[in-house]
């Protein structure tokens, strides 16, 4: 018959209290050496979820500025645009132009939005008198004298938007070639760019079209919601129109779908419907919902740097390096048609 054992308070345990008692202690002994490998960088660290995270930070953060993201042959002009508001225009303007910066490229972004978010988002100061687009389209001052550059980021560059720029269309009317002031803007600026990413507010008014004129691309953020698709004809449509009577280099060239939430089936259909309607043009990186991503922009920051270990962050990378890889691909291409005629 098994005994009873005394334990550290002198109480007498039963048998089977004595033995789980005995295995907890041979438990405790063999912790600190599992710590102990873990510490001294065992074969379980890559594992771990702070190592992931760690990983994921550093490549996204890319601290020796190496060119990791390859540079077009000639300058992109990108109008991040959708009528629908809250789709993630300005979140995915500010994320990918920081990638590609972090990345050896020189990018420029214009917030042509009254509500100045994406010069929030890049820590810029936006203040009432602050030399902004406005200046730049009503009153024709050159973008050299208004382009800040982005704290931490040399390579980046913003053109600011203030509440002035809400009376910029009315002031505009009576303008002659009014549709082309930004594209004509865009000239004045002397650096060298590789990209321009121009933040559109979410109407189809002047000042988005003077964006897609100005620019040769057009990236639409679809959200992976119910109503992701209602109004997107009409962009289409008057893409189309500018195309035909202002901007014949036009083209929808990226869809990049936003706020995915892989716990819900509708956000699976809406991709699908996407894919299957838009195909090759639509991203492979899928950004998803994240609230690290909705408070990054308090901190006057980008998810990039304000946490580049994140979900979101690896998501906006991956969608950068995409853009710069098929602009390469596309690049490549068109050296070689030039090269068979």
Not at 33 to 57: H, V, Y
Not at 95 to 102: D, E, K, M, P, T
Not at 159 to 180: K, S, W
Not at 198 to 219: F, Q, R, Y
Request: charged letters at 25%.
């Amino acid at each position: 018959m098994a005994r009873a054992s005394r334990g550290k308070t002198g109480r007498h345990l039963a048998p089977d209290e004595a033995q789980a008692n005995n295995g907890r202690k041979a438990a405790a002994k063999t912790v600190p050496q599992q710590a102990t490998s873990i510490k001294e960088g065992g074969p379980l660290d890559d594992d771990l979820p702070l190592a992931r995270e760690a990983q994921r930070a550093v490549r996204v953060l890319n601290p020796s500025g190496a060119v990791t993201m390859p540079r077009p042959t000639r300058r992109r002009v990108f109008a991040v645009a959708n009528q629908k508001g809250g789709v993630g225009k300005t979140t995915s303007t500010v994320n990918l132009a920081v990638a590609l910066a972090l990345h050896g490229n020189r990018v420029m972004v214009i917030d042509l939005d009254p509500q100045g978010n994406a010069s929030t988002g890049l820590g810029v100061e936006h203040g009432a008198g602050t030399p902004s687009v406005y200046e730049a389209l009503v009153e024709g001052q050159p973008l050299d004298e208004i382009a800040k550059t982005v704290d931490g980021i040399p390579s980046l560059y913003c053109i600011p938007a203030t509440i002035d720029l809400a009376g910029a269309e009315v002031e505009l009317v009576n303008v002659v070639a009014r549709e082309g002031r930004l594209e004509k803007s865009i000239e004045t600026f002397s650096g060298e760019l590789d990209y321009i990413f121009i933040d559109c507010p979410p109407s189809l008014g002047l000042l988005t079209v003077n964006a897609l004129v100005a620019a040769e691309e057009v990236l639409i953020p679809i959200q992976c919601e119910y109503y992701a698709l209602e109004g997107l004809g009409q962009l289409l449509r008057n893409i189309e129109l500018i195309k035909a009577h202002l901007n014949a280099r036009l083209r929808v060239s990226t869809i990049l779908l936003t706020m995915y939430d892989k716990r819900t089936k509708l956000a699976d259909q809406v991709e699908q419907e996407v894919r299957g309607h838009f195909s090759e043009i639509v991203l492979d990186a899928v950004v998803p919902r994240s609230v690290r991503v909705s408070e990054a922009p308090g901190y006057g920051q980008s998810i990039m740097t304000y946490d580049p270990g994140s979900r979101g962050a690896t998501s906006y990378f991956e969608a950068a390096e995409e853009i710069a890889l098929r602009g390469a691909k596309l690049s490549r291409r068109g050296k070689n048609q030039k090269g068979g005629n």
